[in-house]
T-cell receptor, first 114, second 110 residues
């Protein structure tokens, strides 16, 4: 079934540790995104990539980094986790060429930093 | 910059009641507009969309009309079900990305 796979589903992480959230899509979408979802704040864009080899900063990029070595994968790395990064993280993708049909979302990663 | 404003929730309704969730936007030009739904423990799913003024998006009994005069895209359903309980997000597309509202939680009771 075509879609987005995120891993892990959930994680408890000690503050100061490094963590990479994985995101893989099999739809050959050229654009990919990372959002965090926090109660009362909705979804806020962290980083995005319009095509393989390029990335851009979103609304809340500090403390996060991304890479886009190929079309399918878009990992999000927390270099040194802090409690304020406790959130639910969603990866999404879209086909930006031609008609825009919206985003396809993964099921999310629930991260707790203690 | 572009933004989306949604009514605060939760919206609590009895089954078969009429639903309206308000959404207004601020944008330059005429962006495409979307409603997404998030069921408990899941990611967001596209519910409906409209790409130009006066377009009506519809899906699963939900409807929303793109009103440029009032810069609104209110979500409506004539008769809600318990299974409609979820969080609903209004969004617009700027040149590069979707901008989401803060979400409105809908709770439907039997």
């Amino acid at each position: 079934i075509a879609g987005i796979t995120q891993a892990p589903t959930s994680q408890i992480l000690a503050a100061g540790r490094r963590m990479t959230l994985r995101c893989t899509q099999d739809m050959r979408h050229n654009a990919m995104y990372w959002y965090r979802q926090d109660l009362g704040l909705g979804l806020r864009l962290i980083h995005y990539s319009n095509t393989a080899g390029t990335t851009g900063k979103g609304e809340v990029p500090d403390g996060y980094s991304v890479s886009r070595a190929n079309t399918d994968d878009f990992p999000l790395t927390l270099a040194s986790a802090v409690p304020s990064q406790t959130s639910v993280y969603f990866c999404a993708s879209s086909a930006e060429e031609g008609t825009f049909y919206g985003y396809t979302f993964g099921s999310g990663t629930r991260l707790t930093v203690v | 910059g572009d933004s989306v404003t949604q009514m605060e929730g939760p919206v609590t309704l009895s089954e078969e009641a009429f639903l309206t969730i308000n959404c207004t936007y601020t944008a330059t030009g005429y962006p495409s507009l979307f409603w997404y739904v998030q069921y408990p423990g899941e990611g967001l799913q596209l519910l409906l969309k409209a790409t130009k003024a006066d377009d009506k998006g519809s899906n699963k009994g939900f409807e929303a009309t793109y009103r440029k005069e009032t810069t609104s895209f209110h979500l409506e359903k004539g008769s809600v079900q318990v299974s409609d309980s979820a969080v609903y997000f209004c969004a617009l597309k700027d040149t590069e990305k979707l901008i989401f509202g803060t979400g409105t939680r809908l709770q439907v009771f039997p």
